[in-house]
C-alpha cells in the first residue's frame, strides 16, 4: 500500500521534512484509487489539477515555505461542493446536464489555500437524502470492513466513509443534515466530525436542508480533524486545547438511543463506558423526554429535513426529472408535500424551544455519550429489493444521529469496537450548539480510551 491508509498526521511528518514528495503521494493515492476494485467510491477524479497541485506544494517545501501541517495531504470532496470547471451532481444524474461550476465553493477554496491537494469527488446518496448510501446510478461504494457479504457504507457521505476506511485519503469531506458524516464514520470504523451547523461556509455548496446542513470530515484520527477544522475556518493553527477524561462529565441519554439496539452494540457501548469511567471519567445516565417528543412530532406533523428537501425540489419531483431519480429519494421527498407552512412553523418553534430546554438540561462542559448506530451495516443486499425494509434501515439507521442535528448539536464519531459480524461500533460524543473546541477538546482526551 506504500503510503496509503496513513493519516494526516503521519503523511505531514513525511512531507513536511522532505521524505515523501507531494507529487508522488498525488500520483500513488490517484493510482489507487483508479486501481481499486471497488470503483463505485467515486464520481470523478481530478488528476490535473492534484498534480499541479502538488508540483505548487512541491516547490513550496523544497523551498522551505510550507503553507502548514496540511500541505501536499490530498483531500476527497463529496459530489455536492463545487469545484471549477466540474458539474456539482449531488450523487444524481438529473444534474448533470447543467453548466460546470465556475469557481470552487468557499471551503474548497480555503483548503486549497492551506495547501491541501484535491483528487476528485466522492459518490453519495442522490441528493444526500438517505442513511444507507445505495446509489443506483453510480453504483453502491462496499464497507470495506466486511469480511462476508457486501455490506453499505452509511449515507449520505458513502463514498467519503469508503474512500478513507479503504486507505485510499487521508481525510474526505462530507455533510451532515442527519447524520451524513457520523454515519458512514461508525458504519466503517474511522472518525467523523460534523461542526456546528455555520461554523464553516456553506456557498458554493448543493443543500438538502438548509436548517440543518453542517460539514465536516471523515479521516482517521480526532487530531487529523482537529487540524482539518482549524483550516476550514482559515486558521493557521487550532485553539483547541487537549482535555483530560479526570473529572470530565458524561452523559447517558436513556431515552430513544437504546431502543431496538443490537447486542453487540450495546455489549461494546458498556465496555466503552467502563473503560471511561476507570480512566476517570463521571459517567451519568439521564433521561431527556424531548427526545421522545421529537419523533411524535415528526410522527405527527412531519419532518424538518422532509419540508425542506420538498421545497427545494419541487419542481423536479413533479416534473421530468422524477423519472430519472432514485424512486425512494422521491417518495420520500414528495412526503414533504403534506406539511403545511403552519406545521413546518410549529416545528421551527418547537425546535428553539427544545434547543432552549436541552441547554438548561444539563450543565455547561458535560458531553453526551452514546451509541452513534443502533447496529452495525446491514447487508446491501437485503435493502436492494425490498422497499420496506430499505425505508425501516434508514429510519432506524439516521435516528440516533439526527437528534443532534435537530437540537444544532457538534458530534465526533470514534470507533469503540466490534458489534455483530465482527463489524465496526461507533461511540458518538455530542457537544451543545457551538461548543465545537471543548467538545474537539474532550474527543481528543478521550480517543484512545474510546478505541480500547
Not at 421530468?320 to 412553523?345: C, H, N, W
Not at 458531553?367 to 432506524?396: C, Q, R, Y
Amino acid at each position: 500500500m506504500g503510503h496509503l491508509g496513513k493519516s494526516v498526521a503521519q503523511l505531514s511528518a513525511l512531507l513536511q521534512t522532505g521524505a515523501l514528495d507531494p507529487r508522488k503521494l498525488a500520483e500513488e493515492t490517484l493510482d489507487a484509487i483508479r486501481t481499486h476494485p471497488d470503483q463505485s467510491i467515486f464520481t470523478v477524479l481530478t488528476p490535473e489539477r492534484a498534480l499541479a497541485e502538488a508540483d505548487q506544494s512541491a516547490k513550496r517545501l523544497a523551498e522551505g515555505r510550507s503553507l502548514g501541517i496540511l500541505d501536499g495531504i490530498p483531500i476527497a470532496w463529496k459530489d455536492l461542493f463545487d469545484m471549477e470547471g466540474l458539474t456539482t451532481t449531488a450523487g444524481s444524474t438529473v444534474l448533470a446536464k447543467n453548466s460546470p461550476a465556475t469557481r470552487d465553493a468557499a471551503i474548497v477554496t480555503t483548503l486549497k489555500r492551506a495547501g491541501m491537494i484535491a483528487v476528485g469527488r466522492t459518490n453519495m446518496s442522490e441528493f444526500a437524502f438517505s442513511g444507507i448510501g445505495i446509489n443506483p446510478h453510480y453504483g453502491t461504494p462496499k464497507n470495506p470492513a466486511s469480511t462476508d457479504v457486501p455490506r453499505i457504507p452509511g449515507g449520505s457521505s458513502s463514498g467519503a466513509g469508503v474512500s478513507v476506511a479503504a486507505g485510499l485519503v487521508p481525510v474526505a469531506m462530507g455533510t451532515d443534515t442527519g447524520g451524513s458524516i457520523r454515519i458512514p464514520a461508525a458504519f466503517n470504523g474511522i472518525v467523523g466530525y460534523k461542526g456546528s451547523r455555520g461554523r464553516y461556509a456553506m456557498d458554493g455548496v448543493f443543500p438538502l436542508a438548509t436548517s440543518l446542513d453542517a460539514l465536516g470530515p471523515l479521516c482517521r484520527t480526532v487530531q487529523d480533524a482537529v487540524w482539518i477544522d482549524a483550516a476550514m475556518r482559515g486558521r493557521t493553527s487550532s485553539e483547541v486545547v487537549r482535555g483530560t477524561l479526570e473529572g470530565q462529565s458524561l452523559v447517558v441519554p436513556e431515552t430513544v438511543v437504546f431502543d431496538g439496539i443490537e447486542d453487540g452494540v450495546a455489549i461494546a457501548f458498556e465496555a466503552t463506558l467502563e473503560r471511561l469511567s476507570r480512566a476517570g471519567a463521571r459517567i451519568r445516565r439521564q433521561a431527556f423526554p424531548i427526545f421522545a417528543q421529537l419523533f411524535e412530532m415528526i410522527a405527527e406533523r412531519g419532518a424538518l429535513v422532509t419540508a425542506e428537501a420538498y421545497a427545494l425540489h419541487r419542481e423536479r419531483l413533479h416534473g421530468e426529472d422524477a423519472a430519472g431519480m432514485d424512486q425512494r429519494v422521491v417518495s420520500r421527498s414528495l412526503t414533504g408535500q403534506k406539511i403545511t407552512a403552519p406545521d413546518y412553523i410549529h416545528i421551527l418553534q418547537v425546535r428553539q424551544r427544545m434547543i432552549t430546554e436541552m441547554a438548561r438540561s444539563i450543565t455547561p462542559g458535560e458531553i453526551l455519550l452514546s451509541p452513534t448506530l443502533p447496529h452495525v451495516a446491514p447487508t446491501i443486499e437485503s435493502l436492494l429489493t425490498d422497499d420496506a425494509a430499505f425505508f425501516a434501515a434508514n429510519g432506524k439507521t439516521l435516528r440516533n444521529t439526527q437528534i443532534g442535528n435537530f437540537l444544532d448539536w457538534c458530534g465526533v464519531s470514534i470507533p469503540c469496537g466490534t458489534g455483530d459480524a465482527g463489524m465496526p461500533v461507533g461511540c458518538l460524543l455530542s457537544g451543545l450548539p457551538d461548543t465545537d473546541e471543548h467538545l474537539l477538546s474532550v474527543a481528543l482526551a478521550a480517543e484512545e480510551t474510546v478505541r480500547g
